[in-house]
């Protein structure tokens, strides 16, 4: 569950990086508590041996000395049997003091037994080497179950050694318990801190929650845009994200509508025409009704296909529906080819189809060659449907640098200045034509995917000029 939870994730890594942080910090202070410790502790050994120094000397006298040795026996036993106040540490702490013949001149009740005679035998001589040949400083003998911290320290004046030493668990035991005490705060505060942390993470989280609850509580046809302010700078882009998203469904929605509502306006008559077509053929009792009745049925076909082709390449071509596939192409030869397939058209009907451009001059631009190719042949089939029998269609392509500038005139009957704009309209049409009026409408459509618009005005040719400037380069 935590690795499908953004909130336990974050937790889990936090309050993992604490704890390795925390971990490796403890283990540091650790390590530096021991050793200030022991040095402290060995500082204290050097002091204790220097101040023993000072007080035995060899010229102390043997009754001093005694008394001193019964008054350091009997302060333990005191301390044990009547409550004189001392610590259990003083049997763990101990010295010594040697004749240079390696007899005890005197010792503390807690003083290592056989420490010296360790370190005399580490010499590895036998017999026994003499004290001289001892190193004075620190030594760690084992004496037992025990390690004993020893600090020897050699009179040279009075030939005296003293022998200052403690036991090694009691630094291991003032080491743990300092850190035991310095990670105590940490192991007691790491919950209280992953509870914070859980609701700090928590609380950050809540537009997320916010979104996802309103996303859930939304309606499926709820295609409105998300309004959510404040928004974490975070969460802006998965907002815009998401909202354009939403806009482009609702496009998508509305282009279907629009599709069914084009189609649904755009056969119910011809459909219903076909029909009739096919009932009289079925009806006809002469060869020649018959025939006659299948003629118009083909030309119904023919007329329904063009206006199906028609509306699903406008459909192609609304707002979102396709990105275009861009690529330098050359505009002459598409030009003649679109011309050769509409040439048969022309020729059935006497009229004169002609192409003018400059052989020689660049017609390259940047476009998409299937549309390119529609919306010349919706504008060449359109002049000549209307252009009657004998008539002229003249398309020219001329150039700069900056774009091509296509033209495409008839010798029709032409169209008042008034009703141009009306020609771009869907379903729109002049006179008697027997289209569906999607002709310019798709050419309107595919100029302006082009960065171009449609220009109509009066031809030459006497007709109706339709003219269009197509960038070289779109702009991005």
């Keep these: 569950m935590l690795s499908r939870s953004i909130r336990g994730r974050t937790l889990a890594l936090v309050v993992g990086t604490l704890v390795v942080t925390l971990t490796l910090i403890s283990w540091r202070s650790y390590r530096d508590a021991r050793h200030e410790i022991e040095e402290l502790f060995d500082a204290q050994l050097a002091q204790s041996a220097r101040l023993v120094q000072g007080l035995v000397g060899r010229q102390m006298d043997p009754e001093a000395r005694h008394a001193l040795q019964t008054a350091l026996n009997a302060a333990v036993h005191a301390r044990r049997d009547q409550g004189v106040p001392g610590h259990d540490y003083e049997t763990k702490l101990g010295f010594q003091v040697f004749a240079a013949d390696g007899s005890t001149l005197l010792q503390s009740a807690g003083a290592p037994d056989g420490a010296l005679q360790q370190l005399l035998a580490g010499l590895g001589e036998t017999p026994a080497p003499p004290l001289g040949q001892l ?22 004046q009075d030939e005296l050694w003293v022998l200052v030493g403690e036991r090694g668990d009691v630094r291991g035991e003032l080491v743990g318990k300092i850190a035991l005490r310095s990670l105590m705060p940490d192991l007691l505060g790491l919950p209280l801190l992953a509870l914070l942390l859980w609701v700090a993470v ?12 309103l996303l859930k509580s939304r309606a499926p046809d ?10 974490p700078r975070e969460l802006e882009p998965v907002a815009a994200s998401l909202n354009r998203l939403l806009q482009q469904v609702n496009q998508l929605l509305e282009r279907e509508k629009r599709f069914i509502a084009d189609a649904a306006h755009e056969l119910r008559t011809p459909l219903a025409v076909l029909r009739i077509h096919a009932q009289n053929a079925q009806q006809a009792e002469l060869a020649g009704d018959r025939d006659a009745a299948l003629r118009q049925l083909l030309a119904g ?15 192609r071509l609304e707002p979102s529906a396709q990105r275009l596939s861009l690529a330098t192409l050359d505009l002459l030869p598409l030009c003649r080819e679109t011309l050769a397939e509409l040439t048969p058209l022309a020729l059935a009907r006497g009229q004169e189809l002609t192409l003018e451009a400059d052989e020689t001059a660049d017609h390259r631009i940047t476009g998409d060659a299937a549309a390119l190719g529609t919306l010349l042949q919706n504008l060449v089939s359109n002049a000549l449907q209307y252009t009657p029998d004998g008539g002229q269609v003249q398309v020219s392509l001329q150039g700069d640098t900056e774009a091509l500038l296509l033209q495409v005139d008839d010798s029709g009957p032409g169209v008042p200045a008034a009703q141009r704009e009306q020609l771009f309209e869907r379903f729109y049409r002049q006179g008697e034509g027997q289209g569906a009026g999607l ?16 220009e109509l005005a009066d031809s030459p040719l006497g007709g109706l000029q339709a003219r269009l400037r197509l960038p070289r380069r779109l702009q991005p």
């Design 135 to 156: 190193a004075a400083g620190y030594h760690e003998v084992q004496l037992g179950p025990h390690l004993w911290r020893l600090f020897l320290l050699h009179d040279t």
């Design 202 to 213: 928590g609380w950050s989280l809540r537009p997320l929650a916010r979104m996802a609850q």
């Design 222 to 231: 709820n295609l409105a845009p998300l309004l959510l302010a404040p928004l």
């Design 301 to 315: 076909v023919d007329r329904t296909t063009r206006v199906v082709a028609q509306l699903l390449t406008l459909a």
């Design 439 to 454: 002709g310019l409408a798709i050419v309107a459509r595919i100029a302006e995917l082009h960065g171009a618009a449609v």
